[in-house]
């Protein structure tokens, strides 16, 4: 029996139950980003209907609100397939699946059941996905207690990334297709945003706990100096 034919890298894998994509990449890239365009501008609005002052600054607050919303979309729904299905996830033809298989070109470990990439997706989705959720209702509602959950994702988050980030570079990046679309796009591109934003999170609400506490602190030496 001949060994089942897949764009994977390396080519040396087997999948015996892979199932080819029925959707290609533009049908998959196209609805995912009009899907997380249409999730930005409905929380645009929702945040520009509010009728408070905002902590801090809003269109900064807005656009860290829209950060946690996608990423609990993200994580929860596209993440959480993944970690449900990844068994048999190359054989299957669902949308999510097909998504996976597209992106598995830029990392075939999706598509192994790799173990160190199902429990980081597993994690991402049950706990950054509902705390991604949760940090921005706290930010819409404006509650100081925000900034502790916003710093505490966005660590989860970069951390996460950064260990998915040398695992693969410290190996040759051997599961990604040699092409540079696949690998700058996919893997860098795509994967570097839950970097970027998480660290400029962590530096700002990290500054406003800080901030809390020295004057919590002012306050309590003010107490015991009367």
Known sequence: MSAVQHPF????IVLPHFVPQEYTALEILV???AGVGGLIVLGSLAMNSRRINLSSSKVGTTLVFLWFLSCGVIHTIVEGYFAFNHKDIAGQTTFLADLWKEYAKSDSRYMTSDSFVWIMESVTAIFWGSLSFYSAYLIYANKPSRHLFQFTVSLGQFYGDVLYYFTTLVE???DCTPHPYYFYFYFV???ILWIFFP?????SSGKEIVKGLAMSQESENVKKAK
């Open 9 to 12: 890298y390396p080519t040396s």
């Open 31 to 33: 609805p995912f980003f």
């Open 172 to 174: 040759g990046a051997q």
């Open 189 to 191: 591109f795509m994967n």
């Open 199 to 203: 660290a400029m999170i962590m530096y």
